[in-house]
């Protein structure tokens, strides 16, 4: 860009609403003085929201104006106003977005637009994954996207969302089952519960008696930690696993 080249700026949320605690995208847009797109605009630019989490967030645009890698998450309820600066050339805007209550309503509201349409029906799998709209809302999911299984680290940094998963832990003491699930913070508001299983052949069940350890955080949602017991209280060799999701 030649110095001092007039540049403006335009952004919108996706969807009008967010919901609290969860990833949005931005779409945003780069044009010069006479209005023309700057398809190859890619720089670093900065959020800032007294509701965004952290304060601020760096983040870049790709060739279509969309953040890349980096996750924009609200953490204030209503109607909020999130700043868009680019340092370099000083251009500037900014979006609103109206954040909800982590509710199945709102849930679908968000994603589906309205509160009737069999899209956003608790038995629907619009996306074709593993999880249909009732396991997307209490594993934190997106139901128009395909996530997998959830991915973090040794840090306890969540990498990426996803559904339940069983991980080999391997440390000074031996090696350890573990069934990881991500679960909203307020899934006791919500009426949620988790209840980790195992059985030696199917036929009959036996709930985990330790309870889950909270091993990371982002945003309303947090990733908790199960052990999975060699044994069934039969006792036979635990053999399989589930998690019993219930909501009201």
């Known amino acids: 860009f030649i110095s001092g080249e007039i540049i403006n700026l335009s952004a919108a949320a996706t969807r009008p609403t967010a919901l609290l605690g969860h990833p949005i995208s931005v779409n945003l847009a780069a044009t010069d003085g006479g209005g023309q797109a700057l398809l190859t605009f890619n ?8 509701a965004l989490a952290g304060g601020t967030l760096a983040s870049a645009t790709l060739e279509n104006g ?17 700043a868009v600066s680019d340092p370099e050339s000083g251009a500037s805007t900014d979006f609103s977005v109206n954040v909800l209550e982590y509710t199945y309503d709102n849930f679908r509201l ?15 799998n619009n996306d074709g994954d593993d999880f249909d709209n009732f396991n997307e809302f209490v594993f934190g999911l997106d139901p128009s996207g395909n996530e997998g299984r959830v991915e973090y ?18 440390d000074s003491d031996g090696v350890d089952l573990r069934v990881t699930f991500l679960r909203p913070k307020n899934y ?4 949620i519960e988790y209840t980790p299983q195992l059985s030696s052949s199917m036929a009959s069940w036996y709930g985990v008696t330790e309870p889950p350890v909270v091993i990371a955080e982002e945003g309303d949602l947090e990733l908790v930690s199960v052990p999975y017991p060699y044994f069934t209280p039969e006792p036979r060799k635990a053999r399989f696993f589930r998690l019993r999701v219930s909501i009201p």
């Open 66 to 82: 969309v953040l890349n890698d980096q996750a924009v998450i609200l953490t204030v309820l209503g109607n909020q106003t999130v």
């Open 188 to 191: 006791q508001a919500l009426g």
């Open 43 to 50: 720089r670093s630019l900065t959020l800032t929201s007294s």
């Open 153 to 170: 680290d040794m840090n306890g940094e969540l990498l990426k969302r996803g559904g339940p998963d069983v991980v080999l832990q391997v």
């Open 110 to 124: 968000h994603y589906f637009g309205d509160l009737t349409s069999p899209e956003g029906e608790r038995s629907a």
